[in-house]
């Protein structure tokens, strides 16, 4: 740890005329906006280097960073000694950045870590905190989205002086007089907050293009994202979605996509002032976005191959807390090692070790390759995950027949159920007599996993499905079960927060079931 008590020191340049960001050959590994360093007077020295060279610099330290979960991020005392929420509001957006990170793209990056640190704090604080510390927290969040935007009004302007042929004298002169307009506007953007001075420190004597890069990588694009995060009624599974959608873009798609949500500088919320049109603002870029989104999904979506050993993994370890959550344990087996032949996946339930068994199989499949090369590569995650649930549905029915004997619950009405004994419905199940009944109820939770997942595409995902069953029908006839799902797809059900997937699953296989 360096001197000054952080565990790193971030430098940050800026032309004298102009905003860019660090020159690429400045960059350290590890670090791909500003430049870090463990030790302070490697950055200072690097940093005169720069000014000789034309460069604004700042050098300021860092608390945390991320390993991208590539080791287990401990908690440090350089953060810990600033007291319980500044611990929660650092785990909150350390832990982000494991979740959604694009290298090279800082400012992406930290607003929407930003983003969802202001989340979790407003989650945590309504656990935690008392009204009057919630509302000065939201009163917080307000001066800083009212500081975003002054800054973004301000980058905008020293990029159209930047803009013109230069550097020279006038460009010089016009930065001090932009510098001393936005000193200016803060102060009467101060006055409105009722003196607050929690950036005068920003605005000390040294203020510059530095500092503007610094402050734009944690600001700048926090609104966007908040206002994503409102889009999605404040659903972090699908906002995740949404913004693993455009971490997938280019820099310039994504930014371009991002900009349809940020706020003209009218709507930017003030403390003293209510709520202006915050939420409105949001909604009345919905449709913008909603149209950039579309045409997201549409470009570059290459057909996907057929799942690998390290697909199939992935997705299965995506839906093991199901599993894990019904009392069970999952074991991941490849189909070829076993000398099983079987199409894609399989299951089957152990009863002594109460462990769900999952076969993976590599080995293309007739029509099921066919089915794939119709799937995008950006659908395909879900999708197989989706695969995924259906298999493990087939663990939980086993363990209700076998284990806990539920057999009004597993089997149609059409049967004798009271009297039922385990030996008798293996008959039953042998006999094949119930087999697109157990497909059904393992195609619907699949569906019903989509619609929690990815709540925007799931009706597209199923109706893929819908139709691969049908269409594979001459191949596999008691796998057909698109009569059952076409039907819960047009009813669009609400299973709600809180339902169990598989008890939601047995309902909805009764009610959907044909007639």
Request: with cysteine; net charge neutral.
């Amino acid at each position: 740890m360096n001197q000054l008590g952080n565990l790193v020191l971030l430098l940050f340049a800026g032309l004298l005329a102009g905003c860019s960001n660090l020159p690429a050959r400045g960059r350290r590994p590890g670090f791909a906006g500003p430049a870090g360093y463990y030790d302070r007077q490697d950055a200072e020295q690097f940093a005169a280097e720069l000014r000789r060279e034309g460069y604004d610099t700042l050098v300021g330290g860092v608390s945390a960073y991320s390993t991208l979960g590539y080791f287990e991020d401990p908690v440090l005392s350089s953060f810990l000694r600033l007291g319980t929420p500044e611990v929660a509001r650092t785990v909150f957006h350390e832990l982000a950045h494991q979740l959604i990170f694009v290298q090279g793209d800082s400012l992406f990056n930290e607003s929407f870590a930003t983003a969802v640190e202001n989340e979790g704090m407003r989650r945590w604080l309504a656990i935690r905190a008392t009204p009057e510390q919630r509302a000065a927290f939201e009163g917080q969040l307000e001066r800083k989205a009212a500081f975003a935007g002054l800054m973004r009004d301000y980058r905008k302007k020293f990029h159209a002086l930047y803009g013109t042929a230069g550097p020279s004298d006038d460009q010089r002169r016009a930065k001090v007089a932009l510098l001393d307009a936005l000193r200016r506007d803060y102060g009467e953007l101060k006055t409105a907050w009722g003196g607050h001075a929690g950036y005068d420190k920003f605005f000390g004597e040294d203020l510059n293009n530095a500092k503007l890069v610094s402050l734009s990588l944690y600001s700048e694009l926090v609104p966007a994202f908040e206002a994503l995060l409102l889009l999605e009624d404040r659903d972090l599974p699908r906002f995740y979605w949404r913004v693993a959608t455009l971490a997938a873009l280019d820099k310039e798609a994504r930014r371009s996509a991002l900009g349809t949500l940020l706020p003209v500088r009218g709507n930017v919320l003030q403390a003293g002032q209510g709520k202006p049109a915050g939420d409105a603002m949001a909604m009345k870029s919905l449709a913008a976005f909603g149209t950039i989104m579309a045409a997201v999904w549409a470009m570059g979506a290459h057909a996907a191959d057929y799942p690998t050993e390290s697909r199939f993994r992935q997705a299965l370890a995506g839906v093991e807390r199901l599993v894990r959550a019904e009392g069970m344990r999952l074991e991941v087996l490849n189909a070829q090692d076993e000398g099983l032949t079987r199409p894609l996946l399989a299951a089957g339930f152990n009863i002594d070790s109460s462990t769900c068994i999952v076969f993976f199989n590599t080995r293309p499949e007739d029509g099921l390759t066919q089915f794939f090369a119709s799937i995008s590569e950006r659908d395909l995650p879900p999708l197989l995950r989706a695969m995924s649930v259906h298999e493990v549905t087939h663990c939980v029915e086993q363990r209700e027949a076998y284990v806990r004997r539920r057999f009004d619950k597993v089997l149609p009405d059409t049967y004798q159920r009271d009297d039922m004994t385990i030996e008798g419905y293996v008959s039953v199940v042998k006999s094949g007599a119930v087999e697109t009944w157990g497909e059904a109820l393992a195609d619907i939770s699949s569906l019903l996993y989509l619609k929690k997942a990815v709540p925007g595409q799931w009706q597209d995902l199923a109706r893929r499905i819908s139709t691969m069953r049908h269409e594979l029908a001459g191949k596999w006839p008691a796998h057909d079960t698109s009569a059952w799902l076409d039907r819960l797809i047009d009813a669009n059900p609400d299973i709600g927060e809180g339902v169990n997937l598989f008890d939601a699953a047995f309902h909805y296989r009764r009610k959907f079931r044909p007639k």
